[in-house]
């Protein structure tokens, strides 16, 4: 069972960067995981950001941070890291880490059995 944790939110202008990272709370592995990055807002349904195989070789975003984002992984030190450039208000959000079966790279959160409880990111004007 894997538990990950999440770290690197916090308050940044609209076009500055950010660095999000994921590392699982317990000694347990990542490399056996796809692992998705998600966000939420108050009110809404959390939503699909990106996912990252297994093996670290193939990637999926949604269309709303494509060319801003990029999902990327190091297994031998067990992390997960979401780098987000260009920022905008509508960044802001609580974002989640999540890890999911091998194999098809999934945008439904229902395809993720291992969540985070997320970190605070804050665009501001």
């Known amino acids: 069972q894997v538990q990950p944790v999440e770290s690197g939110g916090g308050l940044v202008q609209a076009g500055g960067s950010l660095t999000l990272s994921c590392a699982p709370s317990?000694?347990?592995?990542?490399?056996?995981?796809?692992m998705g990055w998600f966000r939420q807002v108050p009110g809404k349904e959390r939503e699909f950001v990106a996912v990252?195989?297994?093996?670290?070789?193939?990637?999926n975003y949604s269309d709303s941070v494509k060319g801003r984002f990029t999902i990327s992984r190091n297994n031998p030190s067990n992390m997960v890291y979401l780098q987000m450039n260009m920022l905008k208000l509508e960044d802001t959000g609580v974002y989640y880490c999540?890890?999911?079966?091998?194999?098809?790279?999934?945008?439904?959160?229902?395809?993720?059995?291992?969540w985070g409880r997320g970190t605070q990111v804050t665009v501001s004007p």
């Open positions: 999540a890890a999911g079966p091998p194999g098809v790279l999934h945008s439904a959160t229902s395809a993720y059995a291992y």
């Open positions: 317990i000694r347990t592995f990542i490399s056996e995981y796809n």
């Open positions: 990252v195989d297994w093996i670290g070789s193939s990637t």
